[in-house]
């Protein structure tokens, strides 16, 4: 075969090659998990509590939402699992809210609430009433899988060496920071894509919450992270975006880097 025979066969080999790429990294981008905003209001009892947001997450990120109290971010955070429904009697919203481009509301709500972790104090004072047994038997309720099975994980979240009793063990003598980590390990067992921490991690000082921001750095590598704050500054490093709002508004969205350069 002439040189230039060959040269041209691996020119195509070498295109074809970069196309076969390109497609498979196409394919691994639509199968990452998205959730999107837009135009997106919401009226609770007649207050217009967030109007005309335009906001994404995609997996691989971590999205940090600050807004003093009463600036929506719990409302915004509870629409991703249509949970603002089961608290309020008089619930309206209008724009779009989508999930891997399907309509939110085109979910089953139990399928919904897999697909969505969403944790927030009351969550954590609820725990108390569980030992750890029940904790696991409502955590693998719909799995097939037993205890031994994350065994390794548990351990890895550290969780293991705070049970004095073994499976009786109650949850009310964890702390926070394990509770927390009990509820990303619920997380990680349903397969959840989006995990949604709100306000939560305010509750944790410096000492304590950098074990969970490790977990949560982690955790964000094949799942979209969103944690929402009253604390302007204290997650800026650690956030892919950052989400400023306030009066059901946002305000600004975009680099934690390019949010402190304008201020």
């Not at 970069?18 to 009226?43: A, D, G, H, Y």
């Not at 397969?191 to 969970?212: A, E, F, Q, Y």
């Amino acid at each position: 075969m002439g040189k230039k025979k060959r040269k041209r066969r691996c020119s195509e080999e070498c295109l074809w090659k970069t196309v076969r790429q390109m497609q498979e990294n196409q394919k691994k981008t639509r199968n990452r998990s998205c959730v999107e905003l837009r135009k997106f209001s919401l009226i609770i009892d007649n207050v217009v509590v967030l109007k005309d947001v335009d906001l994404s997450f995609e997996a691989g990120q971590l999205t940090v939402i600050y807004g003093p109290r009463g600036a929506g971010k719990s409302a915004l955070l509870r629409s991703l699992l249509r949970l603002n429904r089961e608290i309020y009697e008089n619930v309206d919203w209008s724009g779009e809210l989508l999930i891997n481009e399907k309509p939110i509301q085109a979910y089953d709500k139990k399928l919904l609430r897999q697909m969505v972790s969403y944790v927030e104090p009351s969550f954590v004072e609820a725990m108390d009433e569980l030992t750890f047994a029940d904790f696991i038997k409502i955590t693998l309720s719909d799995s097939e899988a037993s205890l031994e099975d994350f065994a390794s994980e548990l351990d890895r979240l550290g969780i293991l060496k705070f049970l004095k009793r073994e499976l009786k063990t109650p949850i009310k003598q964890f702390y926070t920071m394990e509770k927390i980590m009990l509820l990303l390990f619920a997380a990680i067992v349903r397969k959840s894509s989006v995990v949604v921490l709100d306000c939560i991690l305010d509750h944790l000082d410096d000492d304590t919450l950098v074990p969970v921001l490790k977990e949560l750095l982690n955790i964000k590598q094949d799942r979209i992270v969103v944690l929402s704050t009253r604390q302007k500054l204290r997650f800026l490093p650690i956030a892919d975006q950052f989400v400023m709002m306030k009066s059901g508004r946002i305000e600004y969205r975009g680099a934690a880097r390019e949010f402190v350069l304008e201020r």
